[in-house]
């Protein structure tokens, strides 16, 4: 599990903005950042920001990811 306090400070690499904690099925738990539509993995509860390393996520997966995503700066459950 990704520490309370970390979540409040990461940003997204590429924009300085908040990122969403989303779940992803099978490929588990992701920061996301709405406003680019990237999505950041988390590798054993390190996550991987780096721009590179993002993925573009489908129309389908913003409307989920937004819906049910967590603020970083939001306690997680």
């Known amino acids: 599990m990704l520490d309370e306090k970390l979540l409040k400070v990461l940003v997204c ?5 908040p990122l969403l904690l ?3 099925g099978e490929r588990g738990r992701l920061l ?5 539509r990237r999505a950041y993995r988390i590798d ?5 920001l780096l721009i590179d390393q ?3 996520v ?7 990811f937004t819906a049910a995503g ?3 700066d939001s306690p997680a459950g």
């Open 13 to 17: 690499p590429a924009d300085r903005g």
């Open 22 to 24: 989303v779940e992803d």
């Open 32 to 36: 996301y950042n709405p406003r680019l």
């Open 44 to 48: 054993d509860d390190i996550p991987v």
């Open 54 to 56: 993002a993925r573009d």
């Open 58 to 64: 489908t129309d389908d997966e913003h409307a989920r």
């Open 70 to 72: 967590l603020p970083t």
